[in-house]
């Protein structure tokens, strides 16, 4: 398999999309360009209706963008083409098995599809995650729906996994399961997971990067210990009439009284002394969380295009 | 074109209908022998039945195989597999019309040969023409279900295509060529019977070459 690389960075790619649009009646999804590295988890961030599970099924060519480029695993993806899926594993919550059947049936269609397929792996994942193969789907919870979704990918060792929404609706111990299993996917330096989710706190949990979507276009990208590093949040006080100076990446958040909360994107030992003045007091530097940062970057966009 | 592919899906559709097919087969079956009873009354009520069970046969599978794949979004999951829209396609239109064909054939089948059995073959000229009308309803349905994927729409089809059988019958009983042939106990092809199966044959083929057509042609598959 030969394997895209990235021309800045010289690593390898396991899918990439660049300048991909989509226009529907009422939506748009504009310039996507990312790309996630091979033996990776990257993380597509964004609030509900931000083009996220659009973008996913662009990628798994289930839906044909009106222009850009996509590859996965080396290959171009389209609908025509079905050599490239047979190495990628593709969840969706919008995804539903036949009710009226039951796991292990389930099981062998799939297996009849994959030449890949790990009876012992399929075993294995069957205990792991509590299930029955002769249990009926239309008897299945929801968290059991979703761990028997993922055990027919993950039997088929796919070499990247395409994860929309998996731990959406999840009780604390089947999300527990299901990311603890995902962690031992990666533990194969080879395979690569992109997962989407408006949980931050499930996606900080396992990405190495992450990608911010927001009304169909990619609003910040960066690895996780990056974000983390570089955006803090700065308690100032400061005397009335202070107004915030135009330095890129600072922004107010919130304002009581005299205490002002801003955000910082690109945060350096140098960015309190741009803040020193007659009353100015820096209360506290903090870290922000992947939740806080999410957000921040949301409405700077957001305010990036009103203006 | 990934042909074991191909036979994985239809076999998988096969299996899925399995059970509408069981109870197609066997109403058509009954409907059938019913319509065979030397008893005015009965064969027309089991001739009534059979065109029923063909009618009903039709939309349901067009609902359980097709349709219900986007209503109950088990499509993701299907074309999530290493599968081409192609291959896709293929596989469900040939199993759709495949599960349809069964108790077709058979009741067509079934009427041919109890019409022989009884000494009426006089009536087999017109069963062609009747029961490719009824294959023709059907595939303008699963092309209507194909190019809009909505229910209500193909039920409108249906819906026109029961309307438009009563009005063929009545052009097919009032021909007094066909009358005459219908009454005997011999067996002639009337003209105007087979302009009537040409038509049929024509729109048939028109008819699946724009199924498929249409359905190789979707840009979003879900």
């Given at each position: 398999m030969t394997m895209e690389l990235d021309s800045s960075t010289g690593t390898e790619l396991a899918a990439s999309m660049v300048d991909v649009s989509k226009s529907y009646k009422h939506f748009k999804l504009r310039n996507i360009h990312f790309s996630v590295e091979r033996g990776t988890v990257a993380g597509l961030i964004g609030p509900n209706g931000a083009g996220k599970s659009t973008t996913m099924r662009i990628l798994m060519g289930l839906v044909q963008p009106d222009s850009g480029v996509v590859s996965a695993l080396g290959k171009p993806i389209s609908s025509s083409e079905a050599a490239a899926k047979q190495d990628i594993g593709y969840f969706s919550d919008d995804m539903r098995l036949?009710?009226?059947?039951s796991l292990g049936w389930h099981m062998q269609f799939v297996r009849s599809l994959y030449p890949a397929w790990d009876d012992v792996y399929a075993t294995q994942l069957l205990d792991r995650f509590g299930l029955?193969?002769?249990?009926?789907v239309k008897g299945l919870s929801h968290g059991q729906r979703v761990k028997a979704m993922l055990l027919l990918i993950l039997a088929r060792r796919p070499k990247l996994l395409i994860l929309d929404e998996p731990t959406n609706g999840l009780d604390p111990v089947a999300k527990h399961e299901i990311l603890t299993e995902l962690m031992r996917v990666v533990e194969d330096d080879s395979r690569t997971i992109l997962y989407s989710s408006h949980n931050t706190q499930d996606v900080e949990q396992i990405s190495d990067s992450i990608t911010f979507i927001d009304r169909g276009q990619v609003i910040a990208s960066s690895n996780r210990d990056e974000f983390l590093d570089k955006w803090k949040r700065i308690k100032l006080h400061a005397p009335e009439g202070w107004k915030t100076p135009?330095?890129?990446?600072?922004?107010?958040e919130t304002c009581h009284r005299n205490l002002h909360v801003l955000s910082f994107s690109q945060f350096s030992d140098q960015v309190p002394a741009l803040l020193q003045g007659p009353g100015l007091v820096i209360e506290a530097v903090e870290s922000m969380t992947l939740e806080e940062i999410f957000v921040s970057s949301v409405m700077r966009g957001r305010e990036g295009s009103q203006s | 074109m990934n042909l074991q592919a191909i036979r994985i899906l239809f076999l998988k559709d096969l299996f899925l209908s399995r059970r509408q097919l069981f109870a197609y087969f066997a109403a058509g079956m009954a409907a059938t022998a019913l319509a065979c009873v030397p008893n005015a009354t009965l064969t027309f009520v089991g001739f009534i039945l059979v065109i029923t069970v063909a009618i009903a046969a039709g939309i349901h599978l067009i609902g359980t195989l097709m349709l219900s794949e986007t209503t109950d979004q088990t499509r993701l999951f299907v074309m999530s597999l290493p599968i081409s829209l192609l291959d896709y396609s293929i596989s469900k239109i040939s199993v759709v019309l495949t599960t349809y064909l069964i108790p077709w054939a058979s009741m067509f089948a079934g009427l041919v040969i109890a019409t022989f059995v009884l000494g009426k073959q006089g009536n087999v000229a017109v069963l062609p023409a009747i029961f490719f009308f009824l294959l023709c309803s059907f595939m303008l349905q699963l092309v209507t279900a194909v190019i809009t994927e909505s229910v209500g729409w193909t039920i409108c089809v249906m819906v026109g295509g029961n309307v438009c059988l009563n009005v063929f019958m009545m052009k097919l009983f009032g021909n007094a060529e066909v009358l005459e042939v219908v009454k005997s106990d011999v067996l002639t092809w009337p003209s105007y019977v087979l302009q009537i199966i040409s038509v049929e044959l024509l729109v048939f083929v028109v008819a699946l070459v724009t199924a498929f057509l249409f359905q190789t042609r979707k840009r979003d598959l879900v």
């Open positions: 036949y009710k009226p059947e029955i193969s002769q249990q009926i135009e330095v890129e990446g600072l922004r107010l | -």
